[in-house]
């Protein structure tokens, strides 16, 4: 499965973003999707997930309210939908495939998201 983010950026605090990842090479609706962020010095960080059939969607407590993630199983691809962005979100944001309730094993290049304040 290769996995390409896009849609990353410069916003002000308080703007909008949305992120997009499209998946190839397997079937796309037999993968669970999750999205993963990493900033200098620190941890990566789970962000949001989506289970194959998209009907169960996790949100880290961070981002409740604010994202939101959905899939598109006839165009192989899943959105973060990133509002009421704060400092704090910035990081590099990774897309990330795991076959049915595998570990995640498949992982995208990231996409820059800067907020400023």
């Known amino acids: 499965v290769k996995l390409v983010e896009s849609g990353g950026g410069l916003v002000q605090a308080g703007g909008s973003l949305r992120l997009s990842c499209r998946a190839s090479g397997r079937t796309f609706n037999s993968y669970g999707m999750g999205w993963f962020r990493r900033t200098p010095g620190k941890e990566r960080e789970f962000v949001a997930a989506?289970?194959?059939?998209?009907?169960?969607?996790n949100y880290a407590e961070a981002v409740k309210g604010r994202f939101t993630m959905s899939r598109d199983n006839a165009k192989n691809t899943v959105y973060l939908q990133m509002n009421s962005l704060k400092p704090e979100d910035t990081a590099v944001y990774y897309c990330?495939?795991?076959?049915?309730?595998?570990?995640?094993?498949?992982w995208g290049q990231g996409t820059q998201v800067t907020v400023s304040s």
């Open positions: 990330a495939a795991r076959y049915y309730t595998d570990p995640y094993d498949y």
């Open positions: 989506i289970n194959w059939r998209g009907d169960t969607i």
